[in-house]
């Protein structure tokens, strides 16, 4: 049974933070929540702990998976946030909008599932952003939609049950909205809206 780390989502304990992120950089797989769904977070630097994301997910190596960040100096490291990238996020950030953006030539080729772009996001989530400023960096993250299911997992004890031998923590923090994200393809020309989900299309100026 994964440990459960049980916090206050509007304002989480700081020793409670400190265990999850030790366990991210152990290379462990942590569940957290997010303003969307819950989330399985690792350590982007940790080949073995992404290869176990792409496995527990069902994804093929070759589809890139989303950077979590806690606010914009963070997504500035891992990506090449351009003027228009710049704009989106002052409007949209933190909430349910994925940029994507060119990659920093430092993140790791299994982030980049082989490519040259990434997925950035600022949840707008007390515990999420508390873990991601405790670590310093971004967490490669995807959601949890799992093989052969069409619901989202967005309810700590349904991980638990359903995830037992696959994570090695869950971040309790309640039951989180069932939104998806709206991601934005800034590396197009002209950009493009590759999935709706929060956010309105209008309102990015994309529709």
Same mark, same amino acid.
């Given at each position: @049974? ?20 030790? @366990? ?27 290869? +176990? ?27 090449? @946030? =351009?003027? /228009? /990238?710049? +704009? ?14 060119? /990659? ?38 995807? =959601? ?15 991980? +638990? ?47």
């Amino acid at each position: @049974m994964p440990h459960t780390l049980r916090v206050d989502p509007r304002a989480p304990d700081v020793s409670v933070i400190r265990e999850a992120a030790a @366990m991210i950089r152990e290379g462990l797989v942590v569940a957290y929540p997010t303003d969307t769904l819950y989330g399985l977070a690792v350590d982007p630097r940790n080949a073995e702990a992404v290869r +176990r994301l792409y496995d527990l997910k069902g994804r093929a190596e070759s589809s890139a998976l989303t950077l979590i960040a806690a606010d914009a100096g963070q997504a500035q490291a891992a990506g090449q @946030m =351009t003027a /228009a /990238a710049a +704009r989106l996020a002052s409007r949209w950030w933190p909430g349910p909008v994925t940029i994507v953006v060119p /990659a920093r030539a430092t993140l790791a080729r299994e982030v980049l599932a082989g490519g040259t772009t990434v997925g950035i996001r600022v949840p707008d989530h007390f515990v999420v952003r508390a873990l991601l400023a405790e670590l310093g960096e971004p967490i490669l993250s995807t =959601t949890l939609i799992l093989p052969g299911e069409s619901a989202p997992l967005n309810d700590a004890e349904v991980i +638990r049950d359903r995830l037992e031998k696959a994570v090695d923590a869950v971040i309790d923090a309640g039951p989180c909205v069932d939104v998806p994200t709206t991601v934005v393809d800034l590396a197009t020309e002209p950009p493009t809206i590759t999935r709706y989900g929060g956010g309105d299309p209008a309102a990015l100026g994309l529709a």
